[in-house]
């Protein structure tokens, strides 16, 4: 499969190199009008179940106004050349089908035969990356040339505002929103000066609207215009209007994040009149306003056993974070106060999400020719999701357009509320650099001396959102913070003690000291990471193709016997550079191996405990017993599953060899506990997997 790809990419890279040798030149050859008809007819009977898109060479969106600027033609036009500053104004002539793009048949006032920009087949095609460059004007729009309205336009007299509202309210009966807005639209510009009735009830009707449709920040809008002022409280048709208004309002806020606001709009609806609906709204805004400031969620607690959803109606707990400038770094997320091992950092709200079940059949493949790199599945379909969201709601796109981009600096795009233009390749250089490959952690039912645990979880690029605080996080395989997520939810908690002030880090992949492209693993991010951990992988470099070597082996366990692997990779890790408190991750699978295999010989417990104690060790958990106190030094760990095994074992092994009442056995049945919560996000399912 990875080799199909990298001919796919190739392909593409060979067929823009072509293209590019004509840019400039017009095209000799274009499709008649017909035969584009015929073309679009057979692809829109079509099954596909593969999305590829294409993104080419970068450019600006387009932020002047559409009346400022001078009209090109489509015979004017030349290939593989953005005509800035040029409006080509056309007429759709075609369905639009979604092959590689979003395509439709155009032509325009002089060449009733469409154009222009090379494709895969030899064709051309007009090409429009960012969809705000992209504008539907009214048939009669004075800006439409003569020759591409209607032939027949209807003589009818001047409508009302009144009639317009009648035709978008049929509109919203048939579902048909986009078309609603348009003629609440129309309506308001016909309202005078005097009929403020009718003008709030048309921002009311439109904030309706704009919220079906997605656009909560201008919906919010349309329902505040629509509160009627200084209603009396006998005037129980303002105040049922008003109620309505309001409850557009806040549950517009809802929609985008603001609870506060949210819950203050509510308390305003309840005011003017006691509703049921509005009384559940405004139950939702608290119990989000309480979370976000307490970090306590009823889903969470060990004592909720109802299946959850793909999306989550929950707020973000992100107080105890913030965002500021780290050194040898352009960003960071730092605590503003001091945590231990286990503590709750943050829980975050995904952004915008794209999960599997949202695609059906269809595989989405995107193929950035820009960053050379190639996004499948999810990851390739929530490109789309994030520029209409940002697109629908602009003033989201301000904090979206701070993430890392690849570029030195960030600049936010001007905003502009009418038509917002969002710069798709950014948003897509963005995605790449900071989308979060969810994995839900339900509980595990196996039990621990299961020979083969079946893990409930979905594959790890199922589905794929991106956060805006956690993205902030810099790496480190040794992360003082790991990260759980579950649903679109995400939950990072303190590995260690972690200072106020301190940077959090978390461990962007899965370090494997058994990979060729180890110490490259962060090129993807443009960086060499340079902790412990990978600075004693790499150090000495003489040594590394042995290590990486004896590591494949011990991995094998068909190929040799388990203590003869281990002899072989445990002399390895104790060259120059593995001081005693970095982890040795080549030892982990092999120690935790050989751990299982002792425990089916309940006749050496000790032997067990030593092995356990080694599993832990090479994960950066230094184990000591100090005065028959469980003692762990976390310094430099590395977090992974196995460790709640481990401890839960060592547990039930220190219970064997020292009596019920040893205090050690208890203090590491706690430590597993904790750890568990660190590693699936909350005690969900400990007690069903372990036992009580």
Known sequence: MADNFVALMKQQQALLATAKKRQGLL???????????????????????????????AYEPSTAEIIELKPICIRELRLETHHTGRPLLVRVFCNAVRVTAVQTGIEDEHDHEPY?????????IVGVDHPSDFVVLDECDTIVPLSLRPRVQAVEEDRSAEEVKKEGNVAVGLKQHRKALKLYSEAIALCGGEDEVLRRDLHRNRALTNHHIGQYEVAHSDAIAAVIPDVQTD??????????????????????????????????AIRMRTDNDVNIELARALDRLRESKTGLFIFLSDRFLGGLPPRLDCASFVKN?????????????????????????????????????????????????????????????????LVTQLQRNPNQASAYFELYDGTKSSSIPPASTANPPVDVFRVQSILELNAFGLRDAPPEPSSPSTKSP?????????????????SYMNPACHANAYRTVISDFLILRATRAIAMDEGLTIAYTRPDPASLDYGSTFSHWGFTCECVVCNAELHPKGSISHRRKVVKEADDF??????????????????????????????????????RACMLDS???????????????????????????????????VVKDVVVDTAVYLSQLYEVVEGKDTMVSAQYAVWAEEMWEICKGSKRGFEQRYGA
């Open 321 to 385: 974070t913030e965002v500021r400038s780290s050194p040898g770094r352009r960003k960071g997320l730092f605590a503003v106060k001091s945590f231990s091992a286990g503590d709750l950092i943050l829980r975050e709200k995904a952004f915008c999400s794209s999960l599997g079940s949202d695609n059906g059949q269809t595989t989405n493949m995107t193929i950035n020719l820009n960053t050379q790199r190639m996004s499948v599945g999810t990851h390739a379909s929530l490109h789309t999701k």
């Open 558 to 595: 068909a190929a040799s016997p388990a203590n003869e692997a281990s002899d072989k990779v445990t002399p390895t890790k104790a060259q120059p550079g593995f001081e005693p408190d970095v982890p040795k991750l080549g030892v982990t699978a092999i120690a935790a191996w050989l751990r």
């Open 27 to 57: 095209p000799q050859q274009r499709t008649t009008r017909r035969e584009l008809q015929q073309e679009y007819l057979t692809v829109q009977n079509g099954n596909h179940l593969i999305k590829q898109t294409f993104v080419g060479e």
């Open 116 to 124: 222009y920009k090379a494709t895969s087949n030899g064709g051309v």
């Open 235 to 268: 005037d129980t048709r303002s105040m049922e209007l008003n109620t309505k208004a309001y409850l557009h309002a806040g549950r517009a806020s809802y929609n985008f994040g603001h609870f506060e606001d949210a819950a203050r709009m509510f308390t305003e």
């Open 454 to 470: 079946q893990k409930a979880l979905r594959p790890a690029n199922d589905s794929t959102a991106t956060f805006l605080r956690a």
């Open 603 to 637: 006749t050496e417990p000790g032997k067990c405990i030593k092995l356990g104690t080694t599993a832990l060790s090479s994960l950066g958990f230094l184990p000591s017993i100090v005065f028959k106190e469980l003692v762990i030094d976390r310094t430099h760990c």
